[in-house]
C-alpha cells in the first residue's frame, strides 16, 4: 500500500508525458490508478472485517520514530474506498470536461498528487506521517481551487483556502505534539491499545482545543466555513472531488479517528454538538440564499459536514450507526449532484439555476441523474440517503441533554436542504425553457459515467443494503469510530416513529419552501448588510490589518537605513540579554585580576583609538586610529601567549589600512547625518552594548561549572591528531569543517579585493553620455 501511495506521486510527476502518448485517453488511463487501488481495498474487506484492522509496517526514519506505517481499519477502509472509487470517476469526468484545454496535464498532476496524498492520510498510522499528509492535501487543493489562475477570484479563493486551513494546520501540529507527549507514542495504533486514559491527562485541553481547531477549519465548520464556498471558483471536477468525499471531509475523517480515545468528556460533547449544529443550519440557510448552482451545493456541503459532527459529538451507538451512514450517502449523492452541476454549466455557459428551465428534453440523461441524486439529498425512499437521514433524526432525538437544542435545528435543516434538493433537480429541468449563453445539449459520455454510477449506488445501497455489503462494511467503520464493536443493520423501513413523522413533514415544509423560493429569497435579500458582516468579513479585516501592520512596521523597522537595522538588532538584543543577566541571574564580577602596567597601557591605547576613531573629523586620522586599535588586539594576542593569531590580526590590521588609505580620497566626506538626539541615542545604545559585553565576559571569567577544555586539547592533540601544535590542531582537525567556512570567506574577500584593483573608471564625454541616455530610454536593459 505504501509503493502504490508513492506510486500516485510518481504517476502525478510522469502526466505531461502521459499526455505526449495518450492524448485525450490520459484522463482514462490515469483513472486506472485509483480504480486498481480501488480494487486492492475490496479484496481487503473481508480480512478487515473480520480481524478488525491490517497494520503494513514500513519505517521511513527509525531514529525519529517516524514510519510510514499504514493502517487499514473499518474507518480508513471505508474512507479509503471513497477516496479511490469517486477519484476514478472524476478522472473520467475531468477528461471529458476539460477536454481541450491547455493545461489539462497541469491538472492532472495537481489532482493526482491531491488523491494519493488524500489517501495516505485516511491510511497513516504516525502522527508525523498524519500531518505531513495533511499539509499536502491544503497545497494540493490550493493549486485544484487556482487552477484557473487567470482569473483573479480563483486566485483570492485557493489563497483564502489556503490561509485558513494551514492556520488550522499550525493548530493540528501542535495538538498532534502534545497527544503525543502524553500517550508517549506517535503512532495511533498504539495509542489506541494504550491502557491510560488520555481523558485524564493534564495536557487535554489544550491537546483537544488545537485538534479541534484543525479539524474544524479543514471541515468548514462555524465560522471558518466561508471558504469552502468561495473554493467553488475551481473547475466542477475539483469541487466533486474536494468537497463531496476528500479534502473537506479530512477533519471529519480526524475526529472519526480519535473518537474513541479523546471523545465522551463535556468539552468533547459540548463543543461537536453545538459547532456542529450552528455549522448544520447556517449552510442550510445559506443555501437558499444562492441562485448559483455549485454554490447551492456547496453550502449544502456545509450542512452535511455539520450533521457529521454534530454526530460525533452525540457519541451515543445510534449516532456511530447515523454517522457512517450519512457518510456514505452524503458522498454518493454530492459527488453526482457537482458532477451534473459541472454538466449544466458546460453544455449551458450559466451557474444561475433562475436562468435554467426546460432542459430535461435536451439533457435527459443528465435530468435523470439530478432527480436521483436529489431525491437522496432530500431523503426520500427507497433512495441510500433516506436512510441516513431517519438515523439522523434518530440520533438527534436520543442526544441527551442536547436534544431540545439539536431536534430543532436538524428539523429545520432537513426541511432547507429539501428545498435545496428540489430547486437542483427541477429547477434546471423543468418548466418555462429559458435562453442560455449556450445551445444546451446531452454532455458526453465521460461527463455522465460517474454521475450515473454514483447515482445508481444511492438506489442500489438503498434498497438493498445488506445484499452489496453496505451493512457489514458501515459496522466495521462504525466499530472503528466506537472503539467497539458495534452491528449496523440498516433498513428502509424501522416503523412508525418519530423520526419517521419529523422526515415526512419535513418533506411537505422543504417542497412548499421550495414552491416559495423566489419570494423567500427576496425577503432574505433584506439581510444582505447583516450578512456582509460574518466570519469572512473578520477574515478580510484580519488580511487587511496584516498588510497594514507590516507597511508600518516596513516603514519604520525596514526603511532602507544599514543603521536602523543594527540599532533594532542590538537594542532587542540588550533587552533579552540584558534581562536574562540582570533580572533572572545576578551578575558574579570577581576583580581579582593581575593586571600589569604595560597591558594597561596596551588597553589604554585601544581604547583611546576607538574613542578617537568615533569622534574625528579626519579621514585620515580615523584610518590610522582604526590601525592603531587593531595592531593593539595583535598586541595583546602575543602578551598572552597566541602568536598565530597576533600574527593574523597583524597581517588583516596591515591590510585593511593600506586598502583604507588606497582608496581613501575616493571616500565621501564626513558629514551629519543625523540629529543631536540620534547620536546621543546611537552613543547611549553604544555604551549599553559595551557595558553588556563587558558584564558577559566578566560573569563568564567568574563561574567555573566545568573543566577547562583546554585540558583535553593539551592532551590529545599529540595522540589523536597527531600535532603537537594545539592551535593548528584545533583549526585543522577539531574545526575542520568552521575553519574550510573561513577559508572560503577569505578566498572570497581575495576575489573582490582582486576586482577592486582591476577595475578601471573610464569617464565619458558628454557626447558619448547624452547618447548612452538616449539609448537607454529607447531599448530595455537586458544584461
Known amino acids: 500500500m505504501q509503493f502504490a501511495v508513492l506510486m500516485g506521486f510518481v504517476l502525478a510527476a510522469l502526466a505531461p508525458l502521459m499526455h505526449r502518448w495518450f492524448a485525450g485517453r490520459t484522463s482514462w488511463v490515469l483513472a486506472l490508478f485509483p480504480a486498481l487501488i480501488a480494487g486492492w481495498l475490496f479484496s481487503q474487506t473481508p480480512t478487515v472485517i473480520e480481524e478488525g484492522s491490517l497494520l503494513l509496517e514500513w519505517q521511513w526514519v527509525p531514529s525519529l520514530g517516524i514510519s510510514l506505517t499504514f493502517l487499514l481499519d473499518g474507518l480508513s477502509l471505508l474512507f479509503g474506498l471513497l477516496i479511490t472509487v469517486i477519484g476514478t470517476c472524476v478522472f473520467i469526468y475531468a477528461g471529458g470536461y476539460l477536454k481541450g484545454h491547455p493545461d489539462i496535464a497541469r491538472f492532472h498532476i495537481a489532482l493526482m498528487a491531491f488523491m494519493v496524498s488524500m489517501l495516505g492520510l485516511v491510511l497513516a498510522d504516525g502522527l508525523v506521517t498524519l500531518f505531513i499528509f495533511w499539509e499536502l492535501t491544503s497545497v494540493t487543493s490550493y493549486l485544484l481551487i487556482g487552477f484557473n489562475h487567470a482569473d483573479l477570484q480563483a486566485r483570492k479563493s485557493a489563497r483564502q483556502g489556503l490561509f485558513v486551513t494551514f492556520a488550522g494546520g499550525l493548530a493540528l ?68 472531488y474536494l468537497h463531496s468525499a476528500t479534502m473537506v471531509k479530512a477533519g471529519i475523517y480526524l475526529l472519526a479517528r480519535l473518537q474513541p480515545e479523546l471523545g465522551g468528556t463535556a468539552l468533547w460533547v459540548g463543543t461537536l454538538s453545538l459547532v456542529g449544529a450552528t455549522t448544520l443550519l447556517v449552510g442550510a440557510f445559506l443555501a437558499i440564499h444562492h441562485t448559483n448552482v455549485k454554490k447551492l451545493l456547496a453550502y449544502s456541503t456545509i450542512m452535511a459536514l455539520g450533521t457529521l459532527t454534530m454526530l460525533l459529538g452525540i457519541g451515543t451507538e445510534y449516532a456511530m450507526t447515523a454517522f457512517v451512514t450519512f457518510l456514505l450517502a452524503h458522498s454518493l449523492y454530492k459527488g453526482a449532484l457537482f458532477m451534473v452541476a459541472g454538466n449544466l454549466d458546460h453544455e449551458t455557459g450559466t451557474k444561475d439555476v433562475t436562468a435554467m428551465g426546460g432542459l430535461r428534453p435536451l439533457m435527459p440523461v443528465t435530468a435523470m441523474i439530478a432527480l436521483v441524486a436529489a431525491l437522496s439529498l432530500a431523503g426520500v425512499p427507497p433512495l441510500f440517503g433516506f436512510i441516513g437521514k431517519e438515523l439522523k433524526f434518530e440520533a438527534v432525538l436520543g442526544a441527551g441533554n442536547y436534544q431540545a437544542l439539536l431536534v430543532p435545528f436538524a428539523f429545520v435543516s432537513a426541511v432547507l436542504t429539501i428545498a435545496v434538493a428540489a430547486i437542483i433537480a427541477l429547477r434546471p429541468f423543468y418548466g418555462r425553457r429559458h435562453q442560455t449563453p449556450k445551445v444546451p445539449h446531452e454532455a458526453p459520455v465521460s461527463m455522465l459515467i460517474g454521475p450515473g454510477l454514483l447515482s445508481i449506488g444511492s438506489v442500489v445501497f438503498g434498497i438493498a443494503p445488506a445484499m452489496f455489503g453496505a451493512d457489514a462494511l458501515l459496522t466495521s467503520a462504525a466499530s472503528a469510530v466506537a472503539g467497539q464493536p458495534m452491528e449496523v443493520t440498516l433498513s428502509l423501513w424501522y416503523g412508525v416513529n418519530l423520526a419517521l413523522i419529523m422526515s415526512v413533514i419535513s418533506l411537505g415544509l422543504g417542497f412548499l419552501l421550495f414552491k416559495y423560493w423566489d419570494n423567500v429569497r427576496a425577503r432574505l435579500s433584506l439581510l444582505a448588510p447583516i450578512m456582509r458582516h460574518g466570519p469572512e468579513a473578520g477574515y478580510e479585516g484580519l488580511l487587511n490589518g496584516v498588510v497594514q501592520f507590516s507597511e508600518w512596521q516596513t516603514r ?46 596596551v588597553v589604554g591605547t585601544m581604547t583611546m583609538s576607538a574613542l578617537f576613531a568615533t569622534i574625528t573629523r579626519s579621514r585620515l586620522g580615523a584610518v590610522a586610529s582604526v590601525g592603531i586599535m587593531g595592531f593593539s588586539i595583535a598586541l595583546v594576542f602575543i602578551l598572552f601567549s597566541a602568536p598565530d593569531l597576533g600574527i593574523t590580526q597583524l597581517l588583516v590590521e596591515t591590510l585593511t589600512v593600506i586598502l583604507l588609505v588606497l582608496v581613501l580620497f575616493r571616500l565621501p566626506r564626513f558629514s551629519h547625518l543625523s540629529t543631536s538626539l540620534e547620536r546621543i541615542r546611537d552613543g547611549s545604545v553604544a555604551a549599553m552594548m559595551g557595558i553588556l559585553i563587558f558584564l558577559l565576559i566578566m560573569t563568564a571569567w567568574s563561574i567555573d561549572q566545568f573543566e577547562s577544555i583546554s585540558t583535553y586539547m593539551v592532551e590529545n592533540s599529540a595522540p589523536l591528531a597527531y600535532g603537537r601544535n594545539i592551535v593548528n590542531v584545533i583549526l585543522v582537525d577539531y574545526r575542520a569543517l568552521d575553519t574550510l567556512g573561513e577559508m572560503f570567506v577569505l578566498a572570497l574577500a581575495a576575489i573582490g579585493v582582486i576586482a577592486m584593483l582591476k577595475l578601471r573608471h573610464e569617464p565619458e564625454s558628454p557626447k558619448t553620455a547624452a547618447e548612452s541616455s538616449k539609448t537607454d530610454t529607447k531599448e530595455p536593459f537586458d544584461g
Open 173 to 240: 501540529m501542535a495538538g498532534l505534539v502534545l497527544l503525543g507527549v502524553a500517550s508517549d507514542s506517535w503512532s495511533l495504533s498504539d495509542i489506541r491499545a494504550m491502557e491510560a486514559d488520555l481523558r485524564d491527562h493534564a495536557l487535554y485541553t489544550p491537546m483537544l482545543i488545537c485538534l479541534l481547531l484543525g479539524a474544524f477549519t479543514k471541515s468548514a465548520q462555524f465560522p471558518f466555513h466561508f471558504w469552502l464556498p468561495n473554493a467553488m471558483a475551481a473547475p466542477t471536477p475539483v469541487s466533486a
Open 556 to 601: 519604520i523597522l525596514q526603511n532602507g537605513y544599514m543603521r536602523n537595522y543594527i540599532l533594532v538588532m542590538l537594542v532587542i538584543l540588550i533587552a533579552l540579554i540584558g534581562n536574562s543577566i540582570l533580572l533572572r541571574h545576578s551578575p558574579l564580577i570577581v576583580f581579582e585580576l593581575d593586571v600589569r602596567f604595560h597591558e594597561i597601557i
